[in-house]
């Protein structure tokens, strides 16, 4: 192929009508007429005037497509694999029933309140975003309020049903770490890390009093069940029990060794316990002072406590990702769940009390059963953003891995999920399918290689030999050895069924290896990173072949065509060809921008190499005609930084719930429903969408995650 530049072009104006056309679209229009006219009959009604200007025609609205959860998809979607219910695009930092039990409130770290319908498990409204991180949240008793406080050291409250902020208090000092309204709903108690506890009057926003005595910032509060009491805990390690009347406390302690973060009160009254970041939840006598429990188990901070309403148990959330349920009369955990992918920040009781609301660190709400912890509204996908995505050979499966450390398996034809499993203890960061489809391979941030059976999610390889995390993994076509690469520079060579044996070593520059792929008959390896060559290697001698001429700041991917001569890099915001016998650029493709915001991220040929696919990093695909560099169409995914591709090959559009005629062909647009926001953006189910391709010679489909 010559050095033909690829660029980019419009689609093209519309085309003019001709004559022709336009007398025969006028001869079909007054052939329906009047055929109308002859079923309907004679009219009841004289015809209007001519001067009368003719009624416009109503337009319906075009009904949203739903998920198999009954959420909609974004336009043009037509599967979601995964779901969206009760799920945050950050941390979710706090969690309160309504009064009535029927909804959520939930705060996140990215400073959005969302509001759930508890029983279809299906957000009603949000509020808020692109703020300071919000701590706390609580529904005043009669459920007519709903208090939120933040970094921003305000204390809203808000009408539920309209979103409307009906008072702003402001007073505090520093950011407001815990709210909690009193029984009777007249007061609203705040703590801050201004070390002080402020009381204010709910009717009119009043401030009512100012409690001080800590020496650290205040975490927690929660007021006694007759309201005449409140406890307070903070960073000074110290708990505060505060008579209201007096507005004085009666009982100080500083018995844990560190934070105290967390504290309850007993349905009866007669206990408090509180939670600490020692990790120890303790249970106070209120009527003595004195310690009752010592409750040892977290291996983290104990951040959140709920009694249950037996008033035996009691139930702590923690930083070690854990609930445990603990039996006050004899001291003993009783239960512990685990499986929520991050730290558990709150946990509410449901009014009646048969179910709590779990908040944390993964993005989720997870609602359990009280009494016996069973997961109520489980639902499908990743609970952190999504690192890898890959199709199974036959375009029938599609296999995720996320910074959970899962792999999921999804059914394309209907996006149910088919498998999901823990495969890695830290971020899983890339996979690829063994050429038959019966093997995956995945790498993660755990320096591990891994090889998994798709049938039984057995996994039949353990690969050890990268110092850091596995950026990069390829399978060679015989299926039988796996190419890993990692930032540390390394590209190892490994051999299915030898796992005691060492890897081959391929010589690098040291430079962090981003991208990795064998050529069609496996005798080639080409590898990219940051700042260096890309490399082809020999696999068979494990020695480089030749370095292919430039220095790109970043190489993100590789892709060989099909007759394995020419070789696609994604590079420094655009794509280039070379010539892989060579080492000669054949093309280049210029992106969206020079750097990695809005350039393109992924290349891929399509079908026998005649299509070139670019998925950009702000979600937008185009396909180019490899031999004259024509651009053959654009698809404007969602906005946002894009981070996971993969296509289908030439899998039939049925697999995908579509039917088209097979010589269409067509493309797929696949992206997270989630967008980026806060501090730690979530995408953990993703969306396909069925475009035209234009030229029509295979079915692709290309994804995005935020994160």
Request: charged share 25%.
């Amino acid at each position: 192929m010559g050095s033909t530049t690829m660029t980019r072009r419009s689609s093209g104006a519309n085309r003019p009508t001709s004559p022709r056309a336009l007398h025969a679209l006028a001869l079909l229009a007054t052939t329906s007429a009047l055929a109308a006219f002859a079923f309907a009959g004679p009219a009841p009604a004289p015809a209007p005037s001519p001067s009368t200007p003719p009624a416009p025609a109503a337009s319906l609205p075009v009904k949203p497509r739903l998920d198999r959860y009954g959420d909609p998809l974004p336009p043009g979607a037509i599967a979601r694999l995964g779901a969206v219910k009760f799920r945050h695009p950050a941390p979710v930092r706090g969690v309160a029933f309504s009064p009535d039990g029927r909804t959520v409130a939930s705060t996140d770290q990215g400073g959005r309140v969302r509001l759930w319908d508890v029983a279809k498990a299906r957000e009603l409204r949000a509020f808020g975003g692109g703020g300071p991180i919000l701590h706390a949240v609580a529904f005043s008793p009669d459920g007519k309020l709903l208090a939120c406080a933040g970094a921003d050291r305000r204390v809203l409250l808000v009408e539920p049903a309209s979103a409307t902020t009906v008072r702003d208090l402001v007073g505090h000092d520093d950011e407001v770490l815990a709210l909690e309204f009193s029984p009777d709903g007249r007061t609203l108690a705040t703590g801050s890390a201004d070390r002080t506890v402020r009381l204010w009057e709910v009717a009119t926003g009043r401030l009512t009093a100012r409690l001080e005595g800590h020496d650290a910032p205040v975490r927690c509060l929660a007021f006694s069940p007759d309201g005449t009491r409140l406890a307070s805990g903070g960073e000074d390690h110290a708990l505060f029990l505060w008579d209201l009347r007096l507005r004085a406390p009666v009982l100080r302690t500083e018995d844990h060794e560190h934070w105290v973060t967390a504290v309850a009160y007993s349905p009866n009254g007669r206990w408090l316990a509180t939670g600490s970041a020692d990790r120890h939840v303790r249970v106070w006598s209120t009527d003595t002072g004195g310690l009752v429990r010592e409750l040892e188990g977290h291996e983290a901070s104990a951040s959140c406590l709920v009694f249950l309403r037996d008033g035996r148990t009691l139930v702590s959330g923690g930083r070690d990702d854990a609930l445990r349920y603990w039996d006050l009369a004899t001291g003993a955990a009783t239960r512990k769940l685990g499986g929520f992918d991050g730290a558990v920040n709150d946990v509410a009781l449901a009014p009646d009390g048969k179910s709590l609301a779990v908040a944390g660190d993964d993005g989720r709400i997870h609602l359990v059963e009280a009494a016996t912890g069973r997961e109520l509204r489980g639902v499908e996908g990743h609970t952190l953003p999504v690192g890898a995505a890959a199709f199974s050979p036959d375009g029938e499966t599609v296999a995720s891995v996320g910074l959970d450390g899962n792999l999921c398996l999804w059914e394309c034809a209907g996006g149910r999920q088919l498998r999901r499993f823990r495969a890695h203890e830290r971020g899983a960061t890339c996979l690829a399918f063994s050429p038959d489809g019966l093997t995956l391979a995945t790498g993660s941030a755990d320096t591990t290689v891994r090889a998994w059976e798709v049938g039984t999610g057995k996994r039949v390889f353990l690969g050890r030999g990268h110092a850091e995390e596995v950026a990069a993994i390829a399978f060679s076509p015989e299926g039988r050895t796996i190419a890993s690469g990692g930032p540390e520079g390394t590209v190892l060579l490994w051999r299915l069924g030898a796992e005691r044996a060492r890897p081959r070593r391929l010589q690098t520059d040291g430079t962090r290896i981003r991208a990795l792929a064998f050529s069609p008959d496996g005798c080639t390896l080409a590898g990219g990173g940051d700042g260096c060559p890309i490399r082809l290697w020999n696999v068979e001698f494990a020695k480089e072949r030749l370095p292919l001429d430039g220095r790109d700041p970043r190489v993100l991917s590789l892709a060989f065509a099909a007759d394995g001569r020419r070789l696609a890099a994604a590079a420094g915001g655009r794509v280039r060809l070379w010539d892989v016998e060579s080492g000669r650029l054949c093309a280049g493709l210029e992106g969206d921008g020079a750097g990695a915001g809005s350039g393109v991220r992924w290349a891929a040929f399509l079908c026998n190499g005649c299509t070139l696919a670019t998925a950009a990093f702000d979600g937008d695909l185009r396909l180019y005609d490899v031999a004259s560099g024509r651009e053959l169409r654009t698809f404007h995914g969602e906005k946002g930084w894009s981070r996971v591709a993969a296509f289908s090959g030439d899998a039939p559009l049925t697999n995908f719930g579509h039917s088209r005629q097979p010589s269409h062909g067509g493309s797929k647009l696949k992206w997270p429903f989630a967008r980026a926001g806060g501090p730690r953006p979530q995408a953990s189910c993703l969306d396909f969408v069925d475009r035209p391709v234009g030229a029509g010679r295979c079915d692709s489909l290309v994804g995005r995650a935020s994160g």
